[in-house]
């Protein structure tokens, strides 16, 4: 069997971000980039299936070279082989996703592991659209997942508690935090890793439906205020929400 897993570099949550010159995209300068960590979710899975089941993984990233650093840490974690969609330009979810979609079906990939969201945009709908565009089952947001035979089995998260989802290969599932423990890499696979070489491909052009118009940062913090310390407080306190707040 073969075993996808689809990987993000993304900027570090700890980075300072800052906004490029052109206003529609962060400056990299100074920033630290990482895998995407539902993503490393996705790679343990995919490992973890592998071990119990057999089989092949590789690890899809779509970008530019920076994104070796990412394939080479699911490599290093024990990741069979690596395949970098190499395009600098922006793509939006959709062609993202269409370029996902051929090389996966070009692998033969039965089972596809994403992360649940990149920490970057954080649309989490690529997974879904991959699974639609290649005619598979899709489940999203899994916290377990068991695989006997050709059925597949999947708690996942909903409003307010989980609930259990079975379907059957070829399936994409997208990983929450809580499905695994993701693993180290070992020193040997570190090794190993250097020592693989990463297969670059160019995927075909797509046209994007969605634009990014304009980032900014968000409005400074107002400083805090103190009505009172005791149940005396509460008419104001209530005036401020409904009046300055406008929260109720």
């Known amino acids: 069997m073969k075993i996808a897993v689809c990987v993000s570099h993304v900027p570090d949550t700890a980075a300072r971000i800052n906004i490029g010159s052109d206003g529609k995209s962060i400056d990299?300068?100074?920033?630290?980039?990482?895998?995407n960590p539902y993503d490393e979710f996705a790679i343990e899975e995919a490992l973890k299936t592998k071990e119990k089941l057999g089989g092949e993984t590789v690890a899809i990233s779509l970008g530019g070279d920076a994104n070796k650093e990412t394939l080479r840490k699911a490599l290093a974690m024990g990741i069979d082989n690596a395949v970098l969609l190499k395009d600098d330009?922006?793509?939006?979810?959709?062609?993202?996703?269409k370029a996902l979609?051929?090389?996966?079906?070009?692998?033969?990939?039965?089972?596809?592991?994403?992360?649940?969201?990149?920490v970057d945009y954080d649309n989490s709908v690529v997974g879904q659209m991959t699974s639609e565009l290649l005619g598979y089952n899709c489940v999203s947001?899994?916290?377990?997942?068991?695989?006997?035979?050709?059925?597949?089995?999947?708690?996942?998260?909903?409003?307010?508690?989980?609930?259990?989802v079975e379907t059957t290969l070829p399936a994409v599932v997208t990983a929450q935090k809580?499905?695994?423990?993701?693993?180290?890499a070992s020193l040997k696979g570190i090794m190993a890793a250097k020592k693989k070489v990463i297969e670059e491909k160019?995927?075909?052009?797509?046209?994007?439906?969605?634009?990014?118009?304009?980032?900014?940062?968000?409005?400074?913090?107002?400083?805090?205020?103190?009505?009172?310390?005791?149940?005396?407080?509460?008419?104001?306190l209530v005036r401020l929400l409904r009046e300055e707040a406008k929260v109720i």
Do not use: H, W
């Open 178 to 184: 809580g499905l695994n423990e993701p693993r180290y």
């Open 89 to 97: 330009s922006y793509r939006d979810s959709l062609s993202v996703a």
């Open 28 to 35: 990299p300068a100074g920033v630290t980039f990482v895998v």
């Open 141 to 164: 947001v899994a916290v377990s997942f068991t695989l006997d035979g050709t059925k597949v089995t999947c708690e996942r998260e909903i409003e307010g508690g989980k609930e259990v």
């Open 202 to 236: 160019q995927p075909a052009a797509s046209a994007n439906y969605v634009e990014v118009a304009a980032m900014k940062r968000p409005a400074a913090k107002q400083a805090g205020k103190i009505v009172g310390t005791d149940s005396s407080a509460v008419p104001e």
């Open 101 to 118: 979609a051929e090389e996966i079906k070009a692998q033969g990939a039965e089972l596809v592991f994403f992360g649940k969201q990149s």
